[in-house]
């Protein structure tokens, strides 16, 4: 059997038995499944496709900028050339990008491509894969794009991050395993009142502040990241997607008919969001930008630096709100998803239920489509308890923190295995730079693992030298520490 009959097969079941219209969803297929020829027994992840030939010369100015936000008001946040979020980078995969970053910040700065496996020296991390550009300075990163998928890009250097250097990175796929007629980009944010806080004193804070709070406002059932989501977050003013207050959402235009594609990237500074969209399921195809069996969900979680991309077919005019919700409390991010000719002036809102008890996504849920490694004992493994928060003011991995901590040393050409066990009340979503990682039956750069003894595992080869950060993308974790690096020996 084909791959791609096995992908159809395997989504039609899973409409069959929870979709009324079941009519409604046409073939996924679009004839290819994009498969590269998996050589058993051998680790092979997901590689970069061959160069097009096709250069992009591109430049980025950070600065200080004054942007409104409606009925927020006016404010001076960072950002790249004067937008918020970031300008999009929308190329195709194999393409070859060369982006002048310049600085016109008061301090130094980095750009990390957040997911593609670049070159180390282009990977932007600063003291571990280049020196901070200078403030008046500019740098020149160039790299090939791919492969495809949905990325970001934003500052690596300190709190930048959360205060609005960032920006969606799509690498358009020469052939998808997925048809639909229209897409969008949606990027989810959380806002500082002010300057960021220092990370120390948001976990001396947390005792007094957060706990009772926090504990009453978790919400129950699900199945998913539950518990003290806020531990090591700050208090943010709001929660916007595509840099609109819930006040002044984003409006997304569809026909009856139209199967839309949203990219869902969390490039915030520390929130998780679960989202659900009203009148409508979600197809998961993309994690992390790399192609899974479409799954149908109601709502999934989404952590600081991962990437969904879900289908939605538009069978239900009106006019439905898309609500970001974000775990540690507070009114959720929204967007608008308008059908031509709608006359509702008010969008519908997801039936609580559905944040709640309905059909969430589970890690266990996503299949790689891309070949998968065989299942085989890793050549090197490295235990990995994550801890800190509650009397200390640092974030460990292994017991360690970034800087002072000693380098995960491998070897070219090895299996790597992290196992980590969340010993903390905080999410953290831990991400590896340079390399797509196994973690269940899906490829991914980025996992969150839950707090309270949570467990996850994840393999990777190492097939790219350098010095490669592996961090937690909570922002305030990273910078107390939350971090260590994967050195080629
Ligand atoms: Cu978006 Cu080091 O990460
Ligand atoms: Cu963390």
């Known amino acids: 059997m084909s791959e791609e009959t096995t992908t159809r097969r395997r989504f039609l079941g899973v409409t069959a038995a929870g979709l009324a219209g079941l009519a409604a969803w046409r073939a996924f297929s679009a004839g290819r499944t994009d498969a590269r020829p998996g050589r058993t027994g051998e680790w092979s992840p ?12 591109l430049r980025r100015t950070a600065a200080p900028t004054e942007i409104e936000l409606g009925p927020l008001g006016r404010r001076t946040i960072w950002t790249y050339d004067g937008s918020y979020p970031g300008p999009e980078i929308r190329v195709r995969e194999g393409d070859t990008l060369r982006v002048t970053i310049e600085n016109r910040l008061s301090e130094g700065t980095t750009v990390h491509w957040h997911g593609i496996p670049v070159p180390n020296p282009m990977d932007g991390v600063p003291n571990v894969t280049q020196a901070p550009i200078a403030a008046g300075d500019a740098f020149v990163y160039e790299f090939t794009a791919g492969p495809s998928g949905s990325y970001m890009y934003h500052s690596h250097q300190g709190l930048q991050l959360d205060r609005g250097l960032h920006g969606a990175f799509v690498v358009e796929e020469r052939s998808p395993h997925i048809t639909y007629d229209r897409e969008y980009t949606l990027v989810l944010d959380d806002l500082l009142r002010g300057e960021p806080p220092s990370p120390n004193a948001l976990t001396g804070g947390m005792m007094g502040r957060g706990m009772m709070r926090r504990g009453m406002m978790g919400r129950g ?201 969340n010993r903390s009340m905080g999410i953290h979503p831990m991400h590896l730079h340079g390399h797509f990682f196994r973690v269940g039956d899906a490829w991914k750069d980025t996992v969150l693992v839950p707090p309270h003894m949570g467990r996850v595992s994840l393999q990777f080869l190492a097939d790219n030298p350098g010095n490669w950060f592996f961090h937690c993308h909570n922002a305030y974790h990273m910078e107390a520490g939350m971090a260590r690096v994967v050195r080629y020996g």
Do not use: C
């Open 46 to 57: 997901p590689g970069l496709p061959e160069a097009s030939g096709r250069v992009h010369e």
């Open 221 to 421: 059932g699900g199945g998913g990241v539950r518990g003290m989501s806020g531990a090591g977050v700050p208090e943010y003013e709001a929660f916007l997607m595509n840099g609109r207050p819930p006040a002044d959402p984003p409006v997304f235009e569809v026909r009856k008919g139209d199967r839309v594609r949203l990219r869902l990237l969390n490039p915030s500074g520390a929130t998780t969001f679960q989202l659900a969209l009203a009148g409508h399921r979600m197809a998961v195809t993309h994690s992390d930008g790399r192609p899974v069996r479409p799954v149908l969900v109601d709502t999934l979680q989404i952590g600081m630096g991962e990437r969904y991309d879900v289908l939605v077919d538009a069978e239900e005019p009106g006019v439905w709100a898309l609500l970001a919700a974000p775990l540690q409390g507070g009114e959720p991010a929204r967007a608008v998803l308008r059908y031509s000719d709608a006359r509702a002036t008010r969008a519908a809102e997801p039936w609580p239920g559905t944040l709640q008890g309905g059909r969430m996504l589970a890690l266990a849920d996503l299949h790689a489509i891309e070949p998968l490694p065989p299942d085989t004992s890793a050549d090197r493994k490295f235990d990995l308890p994550l801890s800190g928060g509650m009397m200390s003011s640092r974030w460990t991995i292994g017991g360690q923190t970034h800087p002072e901590a000693e380098p995960l040393v491998v070897e070219q050409g090895e299996v790597v295995e992290f196992r980590m066990t």
